[in-house]
């Protein structure tokens, strides 16, 4: 877990280069395993809800991979279009996910 420490490090002072990678990867797996390989344009503000690449179920599937790939915890409420709806937004949250994480917890 040396990767997901120097990821919550990086993540909570802000690193491009995390978030060039967190993009990256992000958006490899929704090429992977929604577009089935075709990167057929997908920009990074376009809308995975309306243009019909994530649904429900896929959107289960790609909060596991972000909690499994980037060691956050999705609650019920993280699952919003404010969260999931673009690579953009996706990354945002990762990247908010991580730094609350790295942030001590108040007594």
């Known amino acids: 877990m040396a990767y997901a420490s120097a990821a919550l490090d990086a993540a909570a002072s802000g690193s491009t280069d995390t978030r060039i990678e967190v993009r990256a990867r992000v ?37 596991a991979f972000l909690e499994e790939s980037f060691g956050i915890a999705m609650a019920d409420e993280d699952f919003t279009p404010d969260n999931l709806d673009t690579v953009e937004r996706i990354c945002g949250f990762v990247a908010r996910k991580q730094a609350g994480a790295a942030l001590p917890a108040s007594v």
Request: glycine residues 10%; hydrophobic residues 45%; charged residues 25%.
């Open 27 to 63: 958006r490899a797996y929704i090429i992977d395993n929604f577009l089935l390989g075709s990167q057929a344009e997908l920009k990074d503000e376009e809308s995975l809800l309306d243009g019909g690449i994530l649904d429900s179920t896929g959107a289960m599937e790609l909060a």
